[in-house]
């Protein structure tokens, strides 16, 4: 039988070395890591992030957006615009949101560049009777022509039409329409030409819908 | 003490080098950037004469300014500028069966300004084009009328092409003094006509 031999007697600085090398490195690592984040959630780490409320955006108040200002002013119910051959299918009314495009950049612009999805303006929690969120038509307020591009310093007064079901809407109705807009994406490679997208909600309107009736008047 | 020798070949080495900076130098300079090797083939033309690109020929026989048009197909838009009207003549050369008149701009300066499809049929604006069947008739272009004034409207250039994408095909390229041209009141225009020169 071996005896163990005494142990010699360590320094405490001598003890705590040994304690560390025998410390794995994997718990270090979770040790430090678990302390970083305790850290964090002392200082607020865990609170809820404040979410960035929507401004809301006066009608006939400016919005300088990437591109374009859009000054949106009223929202109307119609009955068609025969005129100009914006006629809504039996048992649906217009939509009709009017606002003051200008394009604040060196090209032109177009303000519906998707068939499928708004991009400038957009009513919200409105059950639509077209298929699409983007508007049926935008039409010029001069003339009742229809618009596409937005030419350079040139203001146009517009009405983005969508179609709704009769029942959907009434006068007097409050109505939140979305104002949208988009960021530069920077020059593309594939498809050509600068590139504006992530479309985000840049602001919202609340207006009071007047229902305009047969809409003789305009 | 040691004498220290010129080392011929480390001499050479460091001219072999910078000759190499400068040739990369060169390269790296005269590179032609994505807008030169995709960028439009441009065809400079004369106000009133003919000029040929790829599969565009086209004469532009008048530019006019007035506060408001009045269009063939009676449509008469307003704007808070003014327009400029051209008169052209269009037509395809070697293939049409796509080509439309879809890049039509007027530059000036920086800014450009597409041709207003606003006045509907009453412009050639997007038409089909037809190989040796030209389209007459006009192009309008709505422009404030500070930008018509200023400086750079001496030198705009209007732009024709097949095609909205540009790229890598011809561009008929038209110098136009907006400055010297008066500002009308009222213009009507022609109804634009295919076929006739």
Redesign the interface.
Known sequence: MTSTPPQPLRSWRERARTLYDRVPTKWLITGISAALLGLSAVLGGLNDVPATPIPQIEAGQPYVGERLTVTADRAALIDAFPEQGVRPADGNRLLVVIATVENTS???VRIATLTSKADTLLPVDVEFAQPATAPSAIL?F??G?????V??????EVAFVWEVPADELADGDDLRVDLLDRTYQG?ATVY?GDRFSDDFVAGYLAFTIEDLGAGSDG | MTRTTLNWRHVANGAGLVVILMIAGVVSHTTPS?AEK?GPIVVDGELGEPAAGRNILATVDAVRIARTVEASNG???????VWVVVDASVEARVDDLDPTLGHA?LRVG?????A?????DATIAATGLSIGIAWTGPLM????LD?VESAAGADAELQLAVDS?T?VDSMIVIPVDLNALEVEQSITTERPVWGAR
């Open positions: 060196n090209d032109p010029v001069d003339d022509s229809t618009v596409s591009t030419q350079p310093g040139i203001p146009v020059d050509f | 994505v995709q449509w008469a838009g307003g704007t808070s500028g701009r920086d800014t450009t300004f597409s207003s499809t606003r006045p509907g272009f709505e422009l404030p930008v994408d790229r």
